[in-house]
């Protein structure tokens, strides 16, 4: 109980110390873009009804959502694939760094051009930036995969879509999940830009005409409330990861606690 307690506090300290930080910093500030913490968090409750979590947050989460598991299907599938094959990693390459180096944002004009400002757009845009933390980790866990193991699977008739589950896709997890966790957090952004052009509503909508409307206090409601759901989704994605790898994780802690 007091291990679960240190970690509790750990985990905390940081964020109440920031958190007591910005309250010193801005307390009594007159500034218009600047106003102090406690006008902020006493207009949260007052902006976030649940009339505007239904329309705007709910519908953001819903993009992220769809655009994330889009991105994480195309690049678990295609970064096998890559992975398993010699020359076509060797064919798709540089076609990928190409692309990996254009920057997601830079794509939405483009992606409107096609998809046009409705939900599509925002989705396709999240995939878009998503897929390749997932696509270029996959690549690498897939080709990683320890050729004794694979031999020892096809000794024993292992093959087909039962060695690709259990034998290649198993040894990869740990580093697909690497970049399924990287894309969360771009996907996080690329959810709130995509909400900034000609959108009806959105995290990123509101922030955007609180800005125009002068309305900064609000503004600042609705950053806190996009850091609050980065960090909701990270606390359910580490959940979902350890349950994932638990056997990954309980062979670190058997290799920790050998001679």
């Known amino acids: 109980m007091s291990r679960v307690l240190l970690r509790v506090a750990l985990a905390a300290g940081l964020p109440v110390v920031l958190v007591a930080v910005w309250w010193a910093a801005s307390a009594g500030s007159t500034q218009t873009y600047w106003p102090p913490l406690e ?46 094959g010699r020359r076509v990693r060797a064919v798709c390459e540089p076609v990928l760094e190409f692309l990996r180096a254009v920057p997601p944002p830079v794509l939405v004009p483009v992606i409107m051009l096609f998809a046009g400002i ?29 050729p004794v193991l694979t031999e020892t699977a096809r000794c024993y008739g292992v093959s087909g879509t039962a060695r690709l589950r259990h034998v290649v896709l198993r040894s990869a997890s740990p580093q697909i999940f690497a970049g399924l966790r990287q894309a969360l957090s771009i996907g996080i952004i690329l959810m709130v830009i995509s909400e900034m052009f000609a959108a009806s509503n959105g995290l990123g909508f509101a922030i955007v005409q609180f800005q125009r409307g002068f309305a900064i206090a609000d503004m600042w409601t609705g950053i806190l409330l996009l850091g609050l759901l980065g960090f909701v989704l990270s606390v359910v994605f580490r959940l979902v990861e350890r349950r994932a790898l638990a056997w990954y994780h309980g062979l670190r802690t058997s290799a920790r606690r050998s001679p």
Do not use: H, Q
């Open 39 to 84: 006008t902020i968090l006493r207009a949260f409750p007052e902006v976030w009804t649940a009339e505007r979590l239904r329309g705007d947050v709910l519908p953001s989460v819903v993009r992220l959502a769809g655009g994330y598991a889009l991105a994480a299907a195309a690049g678990v599938a295609l970064g096998t694939v890559i992975g398993s």
């Open 118 to 146: 409705g939900d599509t757009m925002k989705v396709t845009v999240i995939a878009a930036g998503c897929v390749w933390p997932v696509l270029l980790n996959t690549v690498e866990g897939v080709r990683a995969v320890d």
